[in-house]
């Protein structure tokens, strides 16, 4: 959708992308096919196929805000915003808000998906925690001591991206919580330099955390439905 905005041919979904657009569907296949919870099972196939569907949902809205994010940073070129032109000022507003929708997303995703996780492999985690995060699903996997392989996996994942993923947890924190993530950028240089021009933000170490938020959701969602298909009998 949005590349059409942009006046981009559509995407066309490829490698990791497309493999795990398609494991998803079969999937939500699977559960299509299953008789609904008075049949015995404990899980409720319904409910989980439309919580996979708006998995698959959100990680093309990820996927777009991520490009846009890109898109619109590759046009802005003037490192301060005073001396920007309207055009300009304009494109760097779109950077802003996909990059701000992206870095969101990100966790709203991997707290969908650690829902969807902990009703299919049974963790319980609501009791150790009410309000959950998918990263408390993850040490779950281990305080029980099931699923290692999967559990074992989706930590890697987790560990391989976490310096980014700080970085875009506090600066959600501090969007959803405080300011707006970008002027706790300007308050810094206030503070640091209070007479002299504000100087934009690190948009490629800010693009690049976004990006690799991004390939982390991504793998983590491949990992955990390839798993679930591979042990698709028993559900």
């Known amino acids: ?70 898109f619109f940073r590759h046009k802005v070129h003037t490192r301060y915003i005073a001396e920007m032109g309207p055009q300009e000022k304009g494109d760097y ?18 707290d969908k ?37 999967l559990g074992q996996r989706l930590t890697e994942i987790k560990e391989q991206h976490k310096d980014s993923l700080s970085r875009l947890r506090r600066r959600r924190n501090t969007e959803i919580h405080y300011m707006n993530s970008e002027m706790q950028d300007d308050l810094w240089q206030k503070n640091q330099a209070p007479h002299g021009k504000l100087e934009l933000e690190d948009m490629d170490q800010h693009l690049t955390d976004l990006m690799d938020g991004y390939q982390m959701v991504l793998e983590s969602l491949n990992v955990s439905f390839k798993y679930t298909l591979s ?3 028993v559900f």
């Open 93 to 110: 507003a779109r950077y802003v808000y996909f990059y701000k929708d992206g870095f969101i997303r990100v966790f709203s995703i991997l």
């Open 113 to 149: 998906l650690g829902t969807v996780l902990n009703e299919l492999y049974g963790l319980n985690t609501a009791r150790v925690k009410p309000h959950y995060s998918y990263f408390t699903v993850l040490r779950q996997f281990s305080y029980l001591g099931v699923h290692p392989r």
């Open 231 to 233: 042990n698709i009998k």
């Open 1 to 70: 959708m949005l590349r059409s905005l942009l006046g981009e041919p559509p995407r066309r979904d490829e490698g990791l992308l497309s493999d795990t657009f398609k494991t998803m569907r079969q999937v939500i296949q699977h559960f299509q096919a299953r008789p609904d919870r008075s049949s015995g099972s404990k899980l409720d196939y319904s409910k989980l196929q439309i919580w996979i569907e708006g998995l698959a949902a959100s990680l093309d809205e990820l996927e777009q805000c991520t490009h846009a994010s890109a």
